[in-house]
C-alpha cells in the first residue's frame, strides 16, 4: 500500500534526493568508494558543498555580505550561538511556542531578554500581534513556523531592528527578504536535508560585535573563514541537501514551493473546516500555517479520535498523531509532499465522515 509522508520532521524528501544519496553511499562520483569513506577535505567534496552554498543563495535571492555554514547542532545549538554571537546588551523574542520559548531561555544566559509578546496562556493558537519592539535591542528574534502548534508568520515582520528567524520548518517554502535579517537558522530534517546538518545564513558584518569570548567552536566567524570546514562537517546530509536544493531549482524554486504549500493547505483547511467531525486548532485563520496542519475531534465527537487514527493508518498516512502539547492530529505538508498525499488524507476524512 502506498504510504503517505506527514511526518514533522525528519519528514519527507523528494524520491529523486533518496535515489541520489544512496547512489552517492554507494559510489560516489565514480571513485568506486563510499560518500561515507571520502574525507570532507577530498577535492570532490568541496565542490559539493560550494555548490549547496550558491544554490542557496540564488533560491533565497540572498544579498552578497552573508555566508551561508552547514554546521552540526541541529537548531537547538544555534539557540545558544545566536545570542553567543549577536546578544551584547538586550534582545527582544517573541514567543510564539516551545521552540522559540527553548530559544528565549537559552538567550537569558547572555543579557536582558524582552519577550515581547506571548500567546502561550492561548496555547500558542494564534501569533500575537501589534506589539512594539524596542528600538534599542540587538536583534528580535522570530520563529517563523511552530511546527507543533501549526501557526506561521506568512511575511517578514515590518520592524527597525535587525531580526533573527529560526525558520527549521518553513525555510524554501516561500520567498524571503534576506536583508532584514542578521542570522537565519534551522535544522535541515524538514524541508530540506536528513537529520544531521544546520544551516545557518549570517551577515558577515553582523559578527564579532560583542565584547565576550566566544568558544571557537560556537562563535560563526571561525565557520565562516573556514567555511564550514573548521572540522568534520555532516557530509552525507550536505551531499542531500545539494541533491533537495537541485530538486529545488528544477521544480520553479520557492514561488513554486509557496504556491504548492498554498494550494495543499487550502485543499485540507477546506476539508476541516466542512467536515463536522474536526476542528482546526489554530483561532486566528491568517496565521494558520502551511506546513503543519492540525486539527482535533469536533467537541461533540472527541470518542472517536483513536479509531480515526486507526483507521487513516490503515489506509497509508504516516505520522498524523498531533503533538501532545496540542493533541488529535497535525499533518506536516512539507515541500516534497505530493498534492495526491493531501488528497488521500482528505479522502480518509470523508469516508470516515459517511461512517458516523
Ligand atoms: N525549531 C523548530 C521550529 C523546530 O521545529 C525544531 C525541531 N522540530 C527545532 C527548532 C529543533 O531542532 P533540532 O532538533 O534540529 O535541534
Redesign the pocket.
Same mark, same amino acid.
Given at each position: 500500500m502506498k504510504k503517505h509522508n506527514f511526518n514533522?520532521?525528519p519528514s519527507i524528501l523528494p524520491r529523486e534526493v533518496i535515489e541520489k544519496t544512496a547512489q552517492a553511499i554507494l559510489d560516489f562520483n565514480g571513485s568506486g568508494l563510499s560518500l561515507m569513506e571520502i574525507s570532507h577535505r577530498a577535492k570532490d567534496f568541496q565542490p559539493v558543498v560550494d555548490e549547496a552554498v550558491a544554490l542557496f543563495k540564488e533560491l533565497l535571492n540572498i544579498p552578497d555580505g552573508y555566508s551561508v555554514l552547514f554546521l552540526g547542532?541541529?537548531?537547538?545549538?544555534e539557540?545558544c550561538m545566536v545570542p553567543y554571537n549577536f546578544l551584547e546588551k538586550k534582545a527582544a523574542y517573541l514567543n510564539t511556542?516551545t521552540?522559540a520559548k $527553548?530559544a528565549m531561555k537559552e538567550a537569558k544566559a547572555f543579557g536582558e531578554v524582552i519577550e515581547v509578546a506571548s500567546s502561550a496562556d492561548a496555547n500558542y493558537t494564534f501569533i500575537p500581534k501589534g506589539y512594539d519592539v524596542p528600538a534599542d535591542v540587538d536583534y528580535f528574534h522570530i520563529?517563523t &513556523? &511552530?511546527?507543533?502548534y501549526g501557526t506561521e508568520l506568512h511575511a517578514d515582520p515590518e520592524v527597525n531592528v535587525p531580526l533573527v528567524a529560526?525558520m527549521?520548518?518553513d525555510i524554501f517554502s516561500r520567498p524571503i527578504d534576506v536583508s532584514k535579517y542578521i542570522c537565519i537558522y534551522?535544522?535541515a530534517? $524538514?524541508n530540506l536535508a536528513p537529520?544531521g546538518v544546520?544551516f545557518v545564513i549570517v551577515k558577515n558584518d553582523a559578527v564579532g560585535k560583542v565584547s565576550r569570548h566566544i568558544p571557537t567552536m560556537l562563535n560563526y566567524q571561525t565557520h565562516i573563514e573556514k567555511g564550514s570546514m573548521f572540522n568534520t562537517p555532516p557530509v552525507v546530509p550536505i551531499y542531500a541537501a545539494l541533491q533537495t536544493l537541485r530538486w529545488l531549482k528544477a521544480q520553479g524554486g520557492v514561488e513554486e514551493m509557496q504556491r504548492r504549500a498554498k494550494l495543499r493547505s487550502d485543499m485540507l483547511y477546506a476539508e476541516i473546516d466542512r467536515n463536522k467531525l474536526f476542528r482546526g486548532t489554530v483561532t486566528a485563520p491568517e496565521d494558520r500555517s502551511y506546513m503543519n496542519i492540525c486539527f482535533v475531534m469536533a467537541d461533540e465527537y472527541k470518542e472517536l479520535e483513536a479509531d480515526f487514527l486507526k483507521f487513516a493508518t490503515e489506509k497509508g498516512m504516516v505520522g498524523i498523531k498531533g503533538h501532545r502539547s496540542v493533541g488529535g492530529f497535525r499533518a506536516s505538508c512539507y515541500n516534497a509532499l505530493p498534492v495526491e498525499s493531501v488528497q488521500a488524507l482528505i479522502d480518509c476524512m470523508q469516508e470516515f465522515e459517511k461512517m458516523h
Amino acid at each position: 500500500m502506498k504510504k503517505h509522508n506527514f511526518n514533522a520532521g525528519p519528514s519527507i524528501l523528494p524520491r529523486e534526493v533518496i535515489e541520489k544519496t544512496a547512489q552517492a553511499i554507494l559510489d560516489f562520483n565514480g571513485s568506486g568508494l563510499s560518500l561515507m569513506e571520502i574525507s570532507h577535505r577530498a577535492k570532490d567534496f568541496q565542490p559539493v558543498v560550494d555548490e549547496a552554498v550558491a544554490l542557496f543563495k540564488e533560491l533565497l535571492n540572498i544579498p552578497d555580505g552573508y555566508s551561508v555554514l552547514f554546521l552540526g547542532g541541529g537548531a537547538s545549538l544555534e539557540f545558544c550561538m545566536v545570542p553567543y554571537n549577536f546578544l551584547e546588551k538586550k534582545a527582544a523574542y517573541l514567543n510564539t511556542g516551545t521552540w522559540a520559548k $527553548k530559544a528565549m531561555k537559552e538567550a537569558k544566559a547572555f543579557g536582558e531578554v524582552i519577550e515581547v509578546a506571548s500567546s502561550a496562556d492561548a496555547n500558542y493558537t494564534f501569533i500575537p500581534k501589534g506589539y512594539d519592539v524596542p528600538a534599542d535591542v540587538d536583534y528580535f528574534h522570530i520563529t517563523t &513556523n &511552530n511546527t507543533i502548534y501549526g501557526t506561521e508568520l506568512h511575511a517578514d515582520p515590518e520592524v527597525n531592528v535587525p531580526l533573527v528567524a529560526d525558520m527549521s520548518s518553513d525555510i524554501f517554502s516561500r520567498p524571503i527578504d534576506v536583508s532584514k535579517y542578521i542570522c537565519i537558522y534551522g535544522g535541515a530534517q $524538514k524541508n530540506l536535508a536528513p537529520a544531521g546538518v544546520t544551516f545557518v545564513i549570517v551577515k558577515n558584518d553582523a559578527v564579532g560585535k560583542v565584547s565576550r569570548h566566544i568558544p571557537t567552536m560556537l562563535n560563526y566567524q571561525t565557520h565562516i573563514e573556514k567555511g564550514s570546514m573548521f572540522n568534520t562537517p555532516p557530509v552525507v546530509p550536505i551531499y542531500a541537501a545539494l541533491q533537495t536544493l537541485r530538486w529545488l531549482k528544477a521544480q520553479g524554486g520557492v514561488e513554486e514551493m509557496q504556491r504548492r504549500a498554498k494550494l495543499r493547505s487550502d485543499m485540507l483547511y477546506a476539508e476541516i473546516d466542512r467536515n463536522k467531525l474536526f476542528r482546526g486548532t489554530v483561532t486566528a485563520p491568517e496565521d494558520r500555517s502551511y506546513m503543519n496542519i492540525c486539527f482535533v475531534m469536533a467537541d461533540e465527537y472527541k470518542e472517536l479520535e483513536a479509531d480515526f487514527l486507526k483507521f487513516a493508518t490503515e489506509k497509508g498516512m504516516v505520522g498524523i498523531k498531533g503533538h501532545r502539547s496540542v493533541g488529535g492530529f497535525r499533518a506536516s505538508c512539507y515541500n516534497a509532499l505530493p498534492v495526491e498525499s493531501v488528497q488521500a488524507l482528505i479522502d480518509c476524512m470523508q469516508e470516515f465522515e459517511k461512517m458516523h
